[in-house]
């Protein structure tokens, strides 16, 4: 039979646990109140008891009573042991903490779907992002998720709460830089003063090995001289688990020459020390040597250009190199094509570019009312087609081929036809191709460079 007695201003209540067990635990200032304590955990013990309840009915009992705020701490300490950086365990609880607070929620029965749902809006009538509250959102869905598998609570009840969507306001894009502006962005910093712990040649070799491997900040500061493997067929570099975005080991592979220069830099800076001791905002790091080459941070579309736009610039490269969506996907180490699609940035000039290159569709006969205009009547071919195309005539007529000519194609000139042997005009024209013909898998001819002219 459970009992009461007051000590002081505060009454305690006594009851035999589920074991057999007399504990006495703290009720409040109201006796009516402590008492009705009292009876709810003598019902509890007898359930037990009974079999009614198990073990995990017990536990969860017992984390009910506990604060939010308790819970989130352990929650921290639970990443930490799973081997996230401080910073990510963190920066999580943190997210969490301030939608609970904002949600005005103590207990874990006051966290539900509206009030979290509610709170999400109140973060962002407050000048948060889009995306920003969408990373609210995934910290308090992974921190009620760890509830329930560490049997915290019976059911995550905020599988319900919806995210935004991020497409309608963005406002930190990202683009990418041309060859020629990555390339003397390079060698100002490479020549630069030193920023903090990162000197010139410091942050000239960082940024190489950002948009060779497409590595994240983070995993950049985790780098060791001992993650490097040069003895190797291929150089790599080797990430730990506890420092990447999905939680898996990535080795990645390492060009020659960035091998070789890292290498180099890390006998100049001794197997103890960091590889590259990253500012905590590199940002501004890179904003300076932005300014110091002539390069603006932020472009006159309000696209930026910050440090994980060298990521971007890894995906951009390799696409732009003609590496397929596939292999570029696992150099990104994205879990889907759609991902990796929105880490490629071309720049409008290499759009424009690529429609030039798109053969006309008039015939020679008839040329457009703009090449009427223009003068440009007769000219058939785009002009970066032309190096493909045989010197010679007016340029008026296709080089035709003719079924059966083992001696070549035939084409017209202003002096009539004139047949050519194959091969005699070399890389300049079509006909050292050999003949048109149909291998069977939709490929018109073997000539790379026609079927591939460079941009």
């Not at 049997?151 to 683009?175: A, C, Q, S, Y």
């Not at 390079?186 to 630069?192: K, L, N, R, T």
Request: proline share 5%; hydrophobic share 35%; glycine share 8%.
């Amino acid at each position: 039979m459970a009992s009461v007695r007051k000590r002081g201003n505060v009454w305690y209540y006594r009851f035999v646990d589920a074991d057999g067990v007399q504990r006495e635990h703290k009720g409040c200032a109201d006796r009516r109140v402590t008492e009705q304590m009292a009876r709810s955990a003598e019902s509890d013990a007898s359930k037990l008891r009974s079999g009614m309840w198990d073990s995990r009915e017990k536990a969860i009992q017992e984390h009910a009573k506990r604060s939010l705020e308790s819970h989130l701490e352990d929650w921290y300490e639970s990443l930490l042991s799973k081997g996230a950086t401080p910073k990510h365990a963190k920066l999580s609880r943190d997210r969490a903490k301030r939608l609970v607070m904002v949600a005005n929620a103590d207990r874990f029965s006051d966290l539900i779907p509206s009030r979290v749902q509610s709170a999400l809006g109140v973060l962002r009538s407050g000048g948060l992002s889009l995306q920003t509250c969408n990373h609210h959102r995934t910290a308090i869905r992974a921190f009620s998720n760890w509830a329930l598998k560490d049997g915290r609570i019976r059911e995550d009840r905020l599988l319900g709460v919806t995210g935004f969507n991020v497409k309608e306001d963005r406002r930190h894009d990202r683009r990418t830089l041309s060859l020629d502006e990555l390339r003397r962005l390079i060698s100002v910093a490479e020549s630069g003063p030193s920023y903090r712990k990162m000197t010139g040649p410091a942050r000239a070799l960082c940024y190489r090995l950002a948009v060779a491997t497409g590595l994240r900040y983070a995993e950049i500061v985790s780098i060791r001289p001992t993650s490097f493997d040069f003895a190797a067929d291929h150089p790599t570099v080797t990430v730990q688990a506890g420092y990447t975005k999905n939680g898996d080991t990535a080795i990645l592979p390492l060009p020659v020459d960035v091998a070789s220069d890292v290498k180099a830099w890390i006998e100049s800076i001794g197997k103890d020390q960091p590889v590259f001791p990253l500012p905590d905002k590199a940002a501004a790091m890179l904003r300076q040597d932005l300014e110091a080459a002539g390069i603006e941070y932020r472009d006159a579309s309000g696209r930026v250009f910050d440090f994980h736009a060298l990521r971007c610039q890894c995906a951009t490269l390799a696409d732009q190199a003609g590496v397929t969506p596939r292999v570029v996907q696992r150099i990104m180490r994205h879990s889907t094509l759609e991902l990796t699609g929105r880490y490629t940035r071309p720049r409008a000039v290499d759009i424009e570019n690529a429609a030039s290159m798109i053969p006309s569709l008039l015939s020679p006969e008839e040329p457009s009312q703009t090449a009427r205009a223009t003068g440009t009547e007769g000219r058939t071919y785009l002009e970066p087609l032309a190096l493909y195309l045989p010197y010679g005539g007016d340029g008026t007529r296709r080089i035709e081929s003719r079924a059966g000519d083992s001696g070549g194609a035939g084409m017209e000139t202003p002096n009539g036809p004139k047949s050519f042997d194959r091969g005699t005009l070399g890389v300049s024209g079509r006909l050292g191709t050999g003949p048109v013909d149909d291998s069977g898998d939709g490929t018109r001819t073997h000539d790379l460079r026609i079927m591939r002219p460079p941009l």
